[in-house]
T-cell receptor, first 113, second 112 residues
């Protein structure tokens, strides 16, 4: 069946360092992926997405990389700031749109000053 | 433009009690969703509504019912609450122009 998982449940980095959060997916038919950020006590917030016809997409301080060969997705955060501390979820939808998302369990990112 | 709103923010129920969680969005989205989030786990889809008048089961629908009252509102009902339904519940709506789901702030439910 479909599943989305994360390699590391927690990640601790120093302020200013770059962060990399990883995600593995199992459904080779997935063609749309999203990263969400969830701060404590809040709902998930969209960060960046990528479609399967791309292997890289950049936003403001964030980059998502997609490796379809090994079914791996990563989120890179440049110059990590204390405000980046949160739980990050990857999600996939293989129907070609965000109609029904399958979420990973999340990685908790802690940024140390 | 408030986005997705949910009420209540917190609720404590006794086993067997019923309640309805409310969700509304003012972004004119067609699709709306209900998820639950348990500690250490990602979000799991309970029910969704692709458009006004339609609802479909998600991954964990047992013990829940939903109503798509109109385009703006999508409610989740627990007819007879159980401790296993203690969770944080999130509502979301979908912007089809960008395929992005927008989430509400959540309802933290405890069933004793």
């Amino acid at each position: 069946g479909e599943s989305v998982g994360l390699h590391l449940p927690t990640l601790s980095v120093q302020e200013g360092d770059n962060s990399i959060i990883n995600c593995a997916y199992s459904n080779s038919a997935s063609d749309y992926f999203i990263w969400y950020k969830q701060e404590s006590g809040k709902g998930p917030q969209f960060i960046i997405d990528i479609r399967s016809n791309m292997d890289k997409r950049q936003g403001q301080r964030v980059t998502v990389l997609l490796n379809k060969t090994v079914k791996h997705l990563s989120l890179q955060i440049a110059a990590t700031q204390p405000g980046d501390s949160a739980v990050y979820f990857c999600a996939e939808n293989w129907k070609g749109g965000s109609e029904k998302l399958v979420f990973g369990k999340g990685t908790k990112l802690t940024v140390n000053p | 433009n408030a986005g997705v709103t949910q009420t209540p923010k917190f609720q404590v129920l006794k086993t067997g009690q019923s309640m309805t969680l409310q969700c509304a969005q003012d972004m004119n989205h067609n699709s709306m969703y209900w998820y639950r989030q348990d500690p250490g786990m990602g979000l799991r889809l309970i029910y969704y509504s692709a458009s006004e008048g339609t609802t479909d089961k998600g991954e964990v629908p047992n013990g829940y019912n939903v109503s798509r009252l109109n385009k703006r509102e999508f409610s989740l009902r627990l007819e007879s609450a159980a401790p296993s339904q203690t969770s944080v519940y999130f509502c979301a709506s979908l912007d089809r122009r960008t395929d992005t789901q927008y989430f509400g702030p959540g309802t933290r439910l405890t069933v004793l």
